[in-house]
Nanobody, 134 residues
C-alpha cells in the first residue's frame, strides 16, 4: 500500500523559510513523477513544483520560481520542498503527490508536470499546513 507522509509545515512570518518533506513508502521511488501541490481556502489545488526522480528534472510555476526548490533523496525515498522568502499568499495546505503510472527514467520536469496535472489519478499525502503572516 502506497503511503505519502508530509511534514515540515508551520507558521512563519513573511520573508521566512520552511522545508517540507514527503516520505514515500510502498512505492517504487525511482523514475517517477512526484511533486508538491497547494490549496488555499476557496481556491483550486494547484501544482507548484514537480520533479522527475529519474533524471532529476524539475518544473516550477511562476508563483514560486526562484523562491522554492524541489529536491529528492533516493536513499530515503523522500522529496523535499525548500521554501524561501515566503509571502502571505503562500498560505495554504501543501500536498505531496506521486504518479500512479509506471517508471520512466527519461522524463523532464515539464513532462512530469503534465503527468501530475493530467487526467490520471495520483497518490496523495494527507497535507501539511503552511501559514505565512505579514
Amino acid at each position: 500500500q502506497v503511503q505519502l507522509v508530509e511534514s515540515g509545515g508551520g507558521s512563519v512570518q513573511a520573508g521566512g523559510s520552511l522545508r517540507l518533506s514527503c516520505v514515500a513508502s510502498g512505492y517504487t521511488f525511482s523514475g517517477r513523477c512526484m511533486g508538491w501541490f497547494r490549496q488555499a481556502p476557496g481556491k483550486q489545488r494547484e501544482a507548484i513544483a514537480v520533479i522527475s526522480t529519474g533524471r532529476g528534472g524539475t518544473f516550477y510555476t511562476d508563483s514560486v520560481k526562484g523562491r522554492f526548490t524541489i529536491t529528492q533523496e533516493n536513499a530515503k525515498s523522500t522529496v523535499y520542498l525548500d521554501m524561501n522568502n515566503l509571502k502571505p499568499e503562500d498560505t495554504a495546505m501543501y500536498y505531496c503527490a506521486a504518479e500512479q503510472g509506471g517508471s520512466h527514467y527519461i522524463r523532464s520536469g515539464g513532462a512530469c508536470y503534465t503527468v501530475l496535472t493530467g487526467e490520471a489519478e495520483n497518490y496523495w499525502g494527507q497535507g501539511t499546513q503552511v501559514t505565512v503572516s505579514s
